[in-house]
């Protein structure tokens, strides 16, 4: 109990950090989410890379419109899941959306246990769209700021995909998992944070 009290006050300074501010966070009050429903807790450990598997075209919905509508198709009878499944959405521009409560597991289609793992997701389909340049950078800086805060190990990060019989999170970003390259920009972003 004192355990997730104390990751809770983390969670809060977290997002009150200013670096946050650099990430352009929104809210779960931005995107008008809907209050989630009890569900198991945990501590993330790892960092689970998704994406969201629609293909997401800016010009004709918003992201914020986009994320409540997973949401409430999610906690629908289709899902009955507590909440959004992930823990951040990171939109194509790179805005950074909240999303369920860091310290509650997250939920998924396939048959991994995603207790421990924290969920980020792109919008996007990878498998067929091309990951904007700025969403790789929040997500590399995304990724690099919940290490440091959570105390998560860079070298845990892993695509869906690694823990399940899905293509999910796409090719054109599961790429940047195969070659390194997120794994490096992580590391040189994490770095200069603990500066």
């Not at 983390?10 to 650099?22: D, G, H």
């Not at 969201?52 to 009955?80: C, L, Y």
Request: proline letters at 5%; glycine letters at 6%.
């Amino acid at each position: 109990m004192y355990k997730y009290a104390i990751f809770i006050l983390l969670s809060l300074i977290f997002f009150s950090c200013s670096s946050v501010k650099e990430l352009n966070f929104v809210s779960r009050e931005g995107w008008n989410a809907d209050t989630q429903k009890p569900f198991p807790k945990h501590v993330p450990e790892r960092i689970t890379i998704h994406h969201e598997g629609t293909i997401f075209d800016p010009s004709k919905e918003s992201a914020a419109v986009h994320i409540k509508n997973v949401q409430k198709w999610g906690m629908s009878e289709a899902r009955n899941w507590a909440d959004i499944p992930y823990h951040f959405i990171i939109d194509f521009d790179g805005n950074v959306f909240e999303g369920r409560n860091v310290f509650t597991v997250g939920e998924t289609a396939t048959e991994y246990d995603p207790t421990g793992h924290l969920l980020i997701t792109c919008l996007g389909n990878f498998e067929v769209q091309e990951l904007p340049e700025a969403q790789y950078n929040a997500l590399v800086e995304l990724i690099a700021h919940c290490c440091d805060k959570y105390r998560i190990a860079p070298e845990t990060m892993k695509g869906h995909k690694d823990f399940a019989k899905t293509d999910c999170p796409g090719k054109n970003l599961y790429s940047f998992l195969q070659n390194g390259k997120l794994l490096e920009d992580v590391k040189i972003r994490l770095a200069e944070i603990q500066k």
